[in-house]
């Protein structure tokens, strides 16, 4: 089945941030937006604008994957419905709202731990912005632009 544009970015808010309340939802909707719209980068080269490519990028989101360490994942976009309240925020976010702390946040994740590291990914691509609920978000470094 081919869920439009509305339907799936719903079901990897639920997905990936049901459980953090509805501004740990608007910041990850604002996350998957900012990577749609970024005009530089991995994301803007890779994913040219399209909502589909940003959500099934390899590697990008849990949710997207059937498997995890070699087991199966039940909490996948596929496996949990969205509800009302998703389906709003997947409205606001693609009407250009963005959550205000977020701002022009690319990644987020959550640590599992009191603390956010200050740059994610890895390769330093990004920088902490804030922190909402159990998820960090990181704002673009200027390296990023060279990915």
């Known amino acids: 089945m081919s869920y439009s544009d509305r339907e799936l ?11 953090e309340g509805e501004d740990g939802m608007k ?34 989101f849990d949710c997207v994957r059937s498997v995890i360490r070699g087991q199966p994942n039940p ?3 596929w496996a949990n419905p969205p509800e009302q309240i998703h389906y709003d925020i997947a409205d606001w976010a693609m009407a250009g709202n963005r959550l205000s702390p977020i701002g022009d946040c690319l990644w987020y994740f959550n640590p599992f731990q009191p603390t956010c ?6 390769n330093g691509t990004g920088s902490f912005q804030a922190r909402i609920n ?3 978000f990181y704002s673009p470094t200027e390296l990023y632009a060279q990915t």
């Open 75 to 77: 909490q996948t976009i």
């Open 9 to 19: 970015l719903a079901r990897i808010i639920k997905c990936e941030a049901g459980g």
């Open 117 to 122: 590291p200050s740059t994610f990914p890895r």
């Open 27 to 60: 910041a990850v909707a604002t996350v998957v937006m900012n990577r749609v719209r970024v005009s530089y980068g991995e994301y803007h080269r890779v994913c040219q604008g399209d909502i589909r490519k940003v959500i099934y990028q390899k590697g990008q």
């Open 134 to 136: 159990q998820h960090c």
